[in-house]
């Protein structure tokens, strides 16, 4: 293998391969009684979708239970979190450095913690309302970590506190600029930023233009989509979002970041609030002479109740879980559960997300070929760590340079429009058929030969049977598959079943007998990396069934 | 030197031509087709640098003489840029403004001044000309989602006015010429910077690769040696990637993985027997990409390249935030690293055949949100290489009073030449014909010019 290029590459780039041990997800709950059959595919299927990568013993489990109580089980989880474990890290000089042991203890929870789902749903929701390690809050690392932990809090919870939570947070403030965001000064040409207004409409919650139910473009008479706002509306919520800042500072000008207040919800600072009349989405008038909460609740009320939020929603939580093209019917079903839980509660996401994984569509009994998706790079990672125990002798997952390898990381985007487009299509026959792949907009020749490379150092380099690892470095645990690696067949077996679900096609399988049997059956280090490696890089593991 | 196998990029071609290309590379495969081959006598290529998030370019030029300067200075307050530090620029053609440039960009200012570079002014997506009284009256047929970033880079990149198109300009511009590039071994377009919208179209798929180049496989060796199991994984590689897939998304996964395989070995191949570069380039994100465009330009008769577009690009321009902080170093970048590619292609002897030139999603608010602006429309962008009639301004200078005659609010101002016009200025250059320009940029015909005149 060409490793010492490879290695040489990444170490110019300042990047770590360590890892640290993590365990697998054992502790779990008893198994409740009977369950509903599920077969190891839809086993598979379910929990690529659900978690951050299928495992056999996870797989025999939701046999055991069945999806609904699993995944009822599983929204009961403990949830886990990343600010803790910063706070226990004694505090660098340069604070930047902390980023290690945030994108560490992602991983931590990615792949060894129980609440899977629940971190799954956190790492989705990063992508909707995205704030990034890439800029201002560079030095920051405890107000993502806090973000984070908002999210994963939230990710069951109810999408009005969630709103009301990313609104507030300094992570997001500093992100989008509404913490120090004052109220005009005509005589300066001074006015409300509109970056924070924009964004959350346009990103976070009804999109651009009116939809219908269904997730289609609602048209005017001319058949044109009608925009959602204007400009007029982009102003009043700016004006709505002025005077919040660091909480707990002598003064709007005094607020200054510190280690506590960029982890707590920002303060309002009354004398800069504008204090007018604001024009809202829907016609709404906020009369003038309210409180700055007044004035945000009555926005964010208003962002809440637009028809829009449900299939909006709905499409983006989809599509990073289940499918990049969810049927019209599909996102109907799951919106109407975000407009009503059935027990009259609108924005219960703990309901929608179960709508997604329960529905028909996300366990197709004859799939089509737009079912799926492309996995994204991260989860191509996360699944083979979890499925083969990927873990470092120091405990640790220092994979800070994620965004550079995989085209993606923990709160790692390179700006609020995320790591991909929701509406990205390849040229050719995705485009040309009006569907989307998201997940291919990252996925050019550069990054995909980047994340082969990689992955080709993980399987031969980075194994249990290497005896020169060095503490940091995160290695899978091949020997199981060294046991029986003698046995061509039973070594593709194996790996198929812990990466494929048991499934692989013909093609793959043949390569991978040819190149294995090209290698002598004593080196059952190397016979095993070669099985992984064509595994990981197929075009069947990119994707998610 | 090797070249690219042919067969490799025909393969899938040819029985995909009348139904679009998957998985084709531009012009090569399919003027096989087409049939007729009329090669270009001569070289060309473009270079995009596209400044993400917005460029705040009333900052970048600026009137210098009292009375205009003074305007700007109110509107702009804190977020002006002090008189005395603007670098003087002399243009040919004058409308009664002195001008400057902002202070971080020496290098510009001595591209400007020797005729090597001209500035677009208060250029940006439109459908037709637009006052603002069209505006105000609901006359106007604007483009869709004004002021967002996304849309309006697309805009920028598609020219595709209120319906929506997945094109982009410079992809048809390599659908257009496909006959007249028959021998090229490589896309016409290749991105530094990510899948671009530029550079996508019907026939036309870009070849992505990193700041320095493409990646090459690890694992794999072209050795031909049977017992070369690096050879041999490289084989079972491809007929794992060439194999039938059931959906969208393994066909689309394996088509990127293809383009990979068949290309990086041998662009790297090249690039690692071309001789060095004296000029010195800015270790930044954007010198590094320019640098390696430069490089790749040094070894276009390796791959019989006659036409090129390149794409690169940086963010942090949405000064949403500190911009008067942040500024000098953005735009100081730009200049520096512009300018460092133009010497470059000087030294290579090609400065009069590489046109460089600016997009961004849109200018921004004259007026501030305290501490920086927000999304706005018209902005200013440059253009650089020795095929330029450079030291000029062209376009229209607009009023940078609040509320005037330019401005629909807040400092946003109506752009008065349309990024049609530009992309079709350029196009007509690169050898676009002019009855084809409507297809590079579909509303020319509402302008009247449909060649701003900036290109030799």
């Not at chain 1, 409740?32 to 299927?45: C, I, M, S, W």
């Not at chain 1, 909707?128 to 932990?149: E, F, R």
């Not at chain 1, 992570?171 to 989008?176: E, K, N, Q």
């Not at chain 1, 299939?311 to 879980?321: G, M, S, T």
Request: proline share 6%; net charge negative; charged share 15%.
């Amino acid at each position: 293998m060409n490793k010492t290029k490879l290695l040489s590459l990444i170490a110019s780039i300042g990047l770590s391969l360590a890892g640290c041990g993590g365990g697998s997800s054992g502790n779990s709950p008893p198994l409740p009684p009977p369950p509903p059959a599920v077969t190891k595919a839809e086993a598979f299927q379910l929990l690529n979708q659900a978690t951050f990568g299928a495992t056999q013993a996870e797989a025999q489990r939701v046999i055991a239970m069945g999806i609904e109580a699993w995944i009822d089980e599983q929204m009961q989880m403990p949830m886990s979190l990343q600010l803790p474990h910063l706070n226990n890290l004694p505090q660098p000089s340069n604070m930047a450095e902390l980023q290690v042991d945030r994108v560490d203890i992602w991983f931590r929870n990615a792949i060894n913690e129980p609440d899977q789902l629940r971190q799954r749903v956190a790492f989705a929701l990063s992508e909707i309302m995205v704030v990034s390690q890439l800029g201002a809050l560079i030095d920051a690392p405890y107000s993502l970590a806090s973000y984070n932990d908002m999210l994963t809090q939230e990710a069951f919870g109810n999408y009005r506190n969630l709103i009301g939570r990313v609104t507030l947070h300094p992570a997001m403030g500093v992100y989008l600029s509404m913490l120090g965001n004052e109220k005009p000064n005509p005589a300066l040409n001074i006015r409300p930023d509109e970056n924070y207004a924009r964004e959350l409409m346009q990103l976070f919650s009804i999109g651009l233009v009116e939809l219908n139910a269904d997730g289609s473009d609602l048209l005017d008479g001319q058949n044109q989509p009608i925009p959602t706002y204007d400009q007029a509306i982009i102003e009043g919520f700016a004006h709505i979002y002025t005077g919040w800042s660091y909480a707990g500072a002598p003064s709007f000008e005094q607020a200054r970041r510190n280690r506590i207040n960029q982890t707590i919800p920002m303060q309002l600072y009354p004398a800069f609030h504008d204090g007018g009349e604001k024009q809202l989405l829907n016609g709404l008038m906020v009369p003038a002479g309210q409180t700055g909460d007044q004035d945000l609740d009555a926005a964010l009320d208003n962002v809440f109740n637009h028809p829009n939020v449900g299939p909006f929603i709905a499409i983006r939580l989809i599509q990073r879980l289940v499918t990049s093209n969810p049927s019209p019917g599909y996102i109907l079903r799951v919106g109407a559960v975000f407009d009503n839980n059935g027990f009259g509660v609108r924005g219960d996401l703990g309901a929608v997300v179960k709508a997604i994984l329960m529905d028909d569509e996300a366990r197709p009994e004859m799939p089509m070929e737009i079912d799926g998706k492309i996995k994204e790079p991260l989860i191509r990672l996360t699944q083979l760590w979890r499925a083969y125990n990927g873990s470092s002798a120091s405990g640790k997952y220092p994979l800070v340079a994620s965004y550079y390898i995989f085209g993606q990381g923990p709160l790692q985007a390179a700006h609020v429009f995320n790591f991909f487009s929701p509406f990205f299509a390849p040229a050719g026959e995705i485009r040309n058929s009006s569907f989307v792949a998201p997940e291919l907009e990252i996925a050019t020749e550069y990054q995909n030969t980047f994340i082969t490379n990689y992955f080709l150092l993980l399987c031969f380099g980075l194994n249990s049977a290497n005896p020169d690892l060095e503490e940091d470095d995160v290695f899978i645990d091949i020997s199981e598959e060294q046991a029986i690696a003698a046995d061509t067949n039973a070594l593709v077996d194996m790996v198929v079943d812990k990466l494929l679900g048991g499934t692989v096609s013909d093609v793959l399988r043949t390569e991978m007998i040819g190149m294995i049997d090209r290698i002598d059956t004593v080196d059952t280090a190397n016979r095993t990396a070669e099985a992984i490696y064509f595994v990981v890089t197929s075009p069947e593991f990119a994707y998610q069934r | 030197m090797k070249k690219l196998n042919r067969r490799e990029f025909l393969a899938t071609t040819s029985a995909a031509a009348a139904t679009a290309a998957i998985g084709s590379y531009p012009g090569v495969a399919f003027s096989q087709v087409v049939g007729t081959t009329a090669p270009f006598p001569d070289y060309k290529a473009l270079v995009c640098v596209f400044l993400h998030g917005g460029n705040d370019s009333f900052n970048m030029l600026i009137p210098r003489s009292n009375a205009e300067y003074s305007v700007y200075a109110a509107s702009r307050q804190n977020m002006a840029v002090a008189q005395q530090d603007l670098l003087a620029i002399n243009p040919v053609t004058a409308d009664g403004t002195d001008y400057g440039l902002h202070p971080s960009m020496s290098g510009l200012q001595g591209l400007f001044e020797s005729g090597r570079a001209a500035i677009i002014c208060n250029i940006g997506p439109l459908i037709q000309p637009t006052t603002k009284a069209d505006i105000f009256n609901g006359s106007a047929k604007l483009p869709p989602q004004l002021f967002s970033h996304n849309d309006q880079q697309d805009q920028w990149n598609s020219l595709r006015g209120a319906t929506v198109s997945k094109t982009g300009w410079a992809g048809r511009v390599a659908d257009l010429i496909r006959i007249n590039v028959t021998d090229q071994q490589m896309a016409t377009n290749i991105s530094l910077s990510g899948n671009s919208l530029l550079q996508s179209a019907e026939e036309t798929v870009a070849y992505v690769i990193g700041s320095n180049g493409p990646l090459e496989f690890s694992s794999f060796s072209n050795s031909g040696d049977p017992n070369d199991i690096f050879y041999q994984q490289r084989l079972a590689f491809e007929r794992v990637i060439n194999a039938n897939y059931d959906t969208i998304y393994e066909r689309g996964f394996a088509e990127v993985q293809r383009r990979a395989v068949a290309t990086a070995d041998l662009v790297n191949g090249a690039l690692n027997d071309a001789p060095a570069l004296n000029t010195v380039f800015p270790l930044t994100p954007l010198g590094n990409q320019l640098r390696t465009v430069a490089r790749l330009i040094s070894v276009r008769d390796t791959f019989a390249m006659q036409r090129q577009v390149f794409f690169v690009g940086i963010g942090g321009f949405d000064s949403h935030d500190d911009q008067v902080m942040n500024q000098p170093a953005l735009l100081g970048g730009v200049s520096e690293a512009m300018t460092a590619f133009y010497n470059a292609t000087v030294e290579l002897g090609i400065a009069d055949s590489v046109t460089s030139f600016t997009q961004s999603d849109f200018g921004r608010t004259l007026t501030s949100n305290g501490d920086g602006t927000d999304h706005a429309w018209g902005g200013n962008q440059l253009i650089i290489g020795d095929a330029v009639f450079g030291r000029d301004i062209y376009g229209t200078f607009p009023s940078l009073e609040l509320d005037g005659a330019d401005d629909v609010g807040g400092g946003r101002l109506i752009p008065t030449t349309s990024a049609d016009q530009y992309a079709a200025t350029l196009a007509n250059w690169f050898g676009i014909p002019d009855q084809d320009l409507d297809i590079v940029a579909p509303s020319i015909d509402n302008f009247a010019l449909r060649d701003l005149g900036f290109m030799i």
